[in-house]
């Protein structure tokens, strides 16, 4: 079946600018996850949604990340005024409930210039 | 990503030989353990998981050992091929359900 999306694959913006990025997570899996993965390192933990709320945030570095998962499938990570520091790939992963295994997306690559 | 791997420890195997790549963990009171796979440019891929309740686990030409006295873990993959080539991640899990990734190991297997 298919599996986790993510679009863009790529995005490049200017600093200061507004992006969205879309995760659209494996059909019937109600836990979705956003990571962060900079280069050389392992992926760090951002914001995790149960259906549409969002069960857990701490992993958000500051007020500009946002998340939102309005009919508890398809994900938007928004960032606002955008950073050279946000470059990275943002990772989305959905999980089936009661299991433990995440599923990952191919990731964007966000570049701040 | 790409060039993931980058300043990462690297393994390398010559084709055909087994292949241990180890993973130290932090957090006791983690209970779900996991490995991943990740290609240049690609997501990371489920390989084998394990709950801290065992302390082996195999799948296909995979195992992965859980020593929770010394909170180390490792996989190890038989015969190993060209197609293994990449960087594995560890990821330990407690109730908080967000995964804990480790550093990351290269592996790279020459003929």
New interface residues.
């Given amino acids: 079946g298919a599996g986790v999306s993510q679009t863009p694959s790529n995005k490049v913006t200017e600093k200061g600018k507004y992006v969205e990025l879309r995760c659209d997570p494996i059909s019937g899996h109600t836990a979705l996850y956003w990571y962060r993965q900079s280069l050389g390192q392992g992926p760090e933990f951002l914001i995790y949604f149960q259906g549409t709320g969002a069960a857990d945030d701490s992993g958000l570095p500051n007020d500009r990340f946002f998340a939102v998962r309005p009919e508890g499938s398809v994900s938007t990570l928004k960032i606002q005024r955008t950073e050279r520091g946000d470059s990275a790939v943002y990772l989305c992963a959905s999980r089936l409930a009661g299991g433990d295994t995440q599923y990952f997306g191919p990731g964007t690559r966000l570049t701040v210039l | 990503?790409?060039?993931?791997?980058?300043?990462?420890p690297t393994l390398s195997v010559q084709e055909g030989d087994n292949s241990i790549i180890n993973c130290a963990y932090s957090n006791s009171a983690s209970d779900?353990f996991?490995w991943?796979k990740q290609e240049s440019?690609?997501?990371?891929?489920?390989i084998i998981?394990i709950?801290s309740n065992m302390d082996k686990r195999q799948g296909q030409r995979v195992t992965v050992l859980l020593n929770k006295t010394v909170k180390h873990l490792s996989l190890q993959i038989a015969a190993t091929q060209p197609g293994d080539s990449a960087v594995y991640?560890c990821?330990e899990?407690d109730n908080?359900?967000?995964?804990?990734?480790?550093?990351?190991t290269r592996l790279q297997v020459f003929p």
């Avoid at chain 2, 990503?1 to 990462?8: D, K, R, S, Y």
């Avoid at chain 2, 440019?41 to 489920?46: A, C, H, L, S, T």
């Fill in positions: 990503g790409e060039n993931v791997g980058l300043h990462l779900y996991i991943y440019g690609k997501g990371p891929q489920f998981d709950r991640f990821a899990k908080t359900d967000k995964l804990i990734f480790g550093t990351g």
